[in-house]
Antibody, heavy 112, light 107 residues
Framework: QVQLQQWGAGLLKPSETLSLTCDVY????????WTWIRKPPGKGLEWIGE???????KYNPSLKSRVTISADTSKKQFSLRLTSVTAADTAVYYC??????WGQGTLVTVSS | QTVVTQEPSLTVSPGGTVTLTCASS??????GNWFQQKPGQAPRALIY???NKHSWTPARFSGSLLGGKPALTLSGAEPEDEAEYYC??????????FGGGTNLTVL
């Protein structure tokens, strides 16, 4: 049974850095790709980016200059870092494995 | 900028059939996935690689390509299928773009 448990700060001020981590329980870390997605309030889903088990990354071009996705295979976890946040980054953030198994979501609010 | 368009809203009668589509503003789409999301819940994957079901996907859901566009068909709608449905398109293995979502009402 694959489970993804995500955690990180839920309230940020403008210009701060968003940092979220997703722990993977059950199953292997290798052989899959690991994705971050977000859903702003009242809007649809947005693909942020992904990392493969080999460390190769792909990012949404609209966020690429501010986003870093990394992974620690020994801890079976991967992380999202988004710099210089604004109110537009307020959203529920999700982690996922192969877009098949999803974390529970973390509400991140950016407010002064 | 690549835009993926879905029907904003659709209504289906209980037991009825409805098809949701996913249109791309640009070419080079290689595959598509479908997700169901209910309020307050994480999205649930239904279809991957346009036509493949997950082990947990109810048999009444099916994925296809209609005129080259990924489509999701629900046959025999049930009240619990009322939800937001999102498609995700893959572009040349570099970019993934979600559609704006379809709000499906079972009424």
């Amino acid at each position: 049974q694959v489970q993804l448990q995500q955690w990180g700060a839920g309230l940020l001020k403008p210009s701060e850095t968003l940092s979220l981590t997703c722990d993977v329980y059950g199953g292997s870390f290798s052989g899959y790709y690991w994705t971050w997605i977000r859903k702003p309030p009242g809007k649809g889903l947005e693909w942020i980016g992904e990392i493969t088990y080999t460390g190769s990354t792909k990012y949404n071009p609209s966020l690429k200059s501010r986003v870093t996705i990394s992974a620690d295979t020994s801890k079976k976890q991967f992380s999202l870092r988004l710099t210089s946040v604004t109110a537009a980054d307020t959203a529920v953030y999700y982690c996922a494995r192969d877009l098949s198994y999803w974390g529970q979501g973390t509400l991140v609010t950016v407010s002064s | 900028q690549t835009v993926v368009t879905q029907e904003p809203s659709l209504t289906v009668s209980p037991g009825g059939t409805v098809t949701l589509t996913c249109a791309s503003s640009s070419g080079a789409v290689t595959s598509g996935n479908w997700f169901q999301q209910k309020p307050g819940q994480a999205p649930r994957a239904l279809i991957y690689s346009s036509t493949n079901k997950h082990s947990w996907t109810p048999a009444r859901f099916s994925g296809s390509l209609l005129g080259g566009k990924p489509a999701l068909t629900l046959s025999g709608a049930e009240p619990e299928d009322e939800a937001e449905y999102y498609c995700l398109l893959y572009y040349n293995d570099e970019l993934r773009v979600f559609g704006g979502g379809t709000n499906l009402t079972v009424l």
